[in-house]
């Protein structure tokens, strides 16, 4: 390749891949079928994935947002096949992921009240098929970690809250999906306080086993803090030096290195200590976490900044990358 052509690369910028935050060449594949309407390829890895919760609770999350809009046609595949852990799950899931774009914007639910009702309608309807999955597979986590979500966007006590995290966290105890949806439940914009959201990701990442990427929980947080306290979302403007210090000790806890290879949220973890670094003005880390995202971004935590894929691109386009 000659300069010119080298100057054009970097003029396009990263090649992006939206929406799979993964390194997993079955589930690329199976998203792909399911958006041609093929759903066998999506069952295939669903039922692979079972008694590995950190690789299914991926599948199942990518392959709910890619037949969102289109869940009955899991339902026609139930129809022959009631017993299917797999299926019951993955529908559960859909309608989960399906009801979250209906949540109406908090500032104007009260002239949305009928939004809200079918917000909460759609809720609803994806709890049976969790429970259904819970009870066939009674050692998943992942069926427990969507309750979870429903939990949250139902808005239910904390004390139905806490129950969900217990039934997920004692199946799984380092699921990293789970230990995200606590932190979720713990932050100040869902009803927690910044302390104990902050307590949780550090003890997380403090007791996370080899290879995991819960310490990414400790940015997580601290996103969460700026995004609840709706401080101007500025480059340079977004951590303190003391948050800025608890991210890179965090970021020291985490080495990739694993037996069995990459966590499957690793994409993930780089995209967001690769985030945290870079608006910290950090840019030789920031550099050499979103280096081994390979294009892909993560909703999280580039949504906090606006559209994840504008800023991912920007933040690659400002390094070099």
């Given at each position: ?8 690369a ?16 079955m ?70 992921e ?23 309608s ?21 069926p ?57 990701a ?71 200590f ?24 993560s ?23």
């Amino acid at each position: 390749m000659g300069v010119i052509e080298v100057d054009r690369a970097r003029a396009r910028g990263p090649r992006v891949i939206p929406d799979r935050p993964w390194a997993d060449t079955m589930l690329d594949g199976a998203v792909e079928a399911v958006s041609r309407g093929d759903l066998r390829p999506a069952a295939a890895v669903l039922a692979d994935s079972r008694g590995d919760p950190e690789t299914r609770s991926v599948r199942v999350e990518a392959l709910s947002r890619a037949v969102m809009g289109a869940s009955r046609s899991i339902e026609a595949l139930l129809a022959h096949d009631q017993g299917n852990p797999d299926l019951w799950l993955w529908l559960g899931r859909a309608r989960l992921e399906e009801a979250w774009e209906l949540r109406p914007d908090v500032r104007a639910r009260a002239v949305q009240a009928d939004r809200l009702h079918a917000y909460r309608s759609a809720m609803e309807r994806a709890r049976q098929p969790l429970l259904t999955a819970a009870g066939l597979a009674q050692s998943d986590p992942v069926p427990w970690e969507c309750l979870m979500w429903l939990a949250i966007g139902l808005d239910r006590p904390r004390a139905d809250k806490d129950a969900v995290w217990y039934e997920c966290s004692r199946r799984w105890p380092t699921l990293y999906s789970g230990a995200l949806a606590r932190l979720i439940t713990l932050s100040p914009g869902w009803g927690g306080t910044a302390q104990e959201m902050l307590g949780f990701a550090r003890s997380a990442a403090a007791h996370a086993p080899e290879g995991s990427p819960l310490p990414a929980l400790v940015p997580l947080a601290h996103f969460e803090i700026v995004a609840a306290g709706r401080t101007p979302m500025s480059r340079g403007g977004w951590f303190s030096f003391d948050a800025q210090r608890d991210i890179v000790s965090a970021a020291a806890h985490w080495a990739e290195r694993r037996i069995g290879g990459a966590h499957p949220r690793s994409v993930e973890a780089h995209n967001v200590f690769g985030a945290a670094f870079y608006l910290s003005d950090l840019r030789r880390p920031a550099r050499g976490h979103l280096a081994r995202t390979g294009g892909r971004f993560s909703r999280l935590p580039w949504s906090h900044l606006g559209d994840p894929a504008q800023q991912y691109r920007r933040a690659c386009a400002r390094l070099n990358l």
